[in-house]
């Protein structure tokens, strides 16, 4: 969905490229414009097992700072994580609006490199729903969300919160997408795809009732 193919340099050409055509004086266009922008929410302990599923180890001018600078197989992305205090936060939806973010890890050091342009975010979804008046009016092509089955209950604040982003796609991962019972499943779809499987009442008549009585 992102698009992304190649390495960093014929990548960073193109955005350079994209902010040289900006006419003077003139505001930078939605970061997705340029093309589709990411937010990975997950679990804080694998926060950063996600930044390293991108990583590998970089050569040239900013060797020494290697384990930040992240591409693969698939394509070149620049990556920043959203933790930290309050003003590293703010900076990272800095750089996230002005088109600097790919998939989002964002160590400070990593803030600080103005060639180093990252377009999409990873964060905690402790992060996410504790920061969400910010995040959901940020520009999100795409919202993946790892461990799903954290949004199995609609009342919950993380499921409101997660609702919020108005985003075209939505990505959950889980293994277990019932836990307990069925209507949990539908808290997920409906969430990955709104109004798609019906509302929880039709859900509740067509789906549930007929599987537990086949049970019985």
Not at 33 to 40: E, F, M, N, V, W
Not at 51 to 79: D, H, K, M, N, T
Request: net charge positive; glycine share 6%; hydrophobic share 40%.
């Amino acid at each position: 969905l992102i698009g992304k193919k190649g390495t960093r340099v014929p990548d960073e050409r193109a955005r350079r490229n994209a902010i040289a055509e900006i006419p003077k004086g003139d505001p930078f266009p939605d970061p997705s414009s340029h093309s589709p922008t990411c937010l990975i929410a997950c679990p804080a302990s694998v926060v950063h097992n996600w930044a390293r599923e991108f990583q590998v180890v970089s050569s040239g001018p900013c060797a020494s700072l290697a384990p930040l600078i992240l591409s693969s197989q698939w394509g070149y992305f620049q990556v920043a994580v959203y933790e930290g205090s309050l003003k590293q936060r703010k900076e990272v939806m800095e750089q996230f609006k002005n088109g600097y973010i790919d998939v989002g890890e964002f160590p400070s050091l990593l803030l600080r490199l103005n060639e180093l342009n990252p377009r999409a975010v990873i964060a905690g979804i402790e992060a996410v729903r504790n920061n969400i008046d910010t995040l959901a009016l940020q520009d999100f092509t795409i919202v993946i969300v790892d461990e799903a089955h954290r949004v199995k209950n609609p009342k919950s604040n993380t499921t409101k919160a997660l609702n919020r982003f108005q985003t075209p796609y939505r990505y959950g991962l889980t293994g277990t997408a019932i836990q307990n019972r069925l209507g949990e499943f539908w808290t997920i779809l409906d969430w990955a795809n709104p109004k798609a499987v019906g509302s929880r009442l039709q859900w509740k008549v067509y789906v549930t009732k007929p599987i537990q009585e086949s049970l019985k």
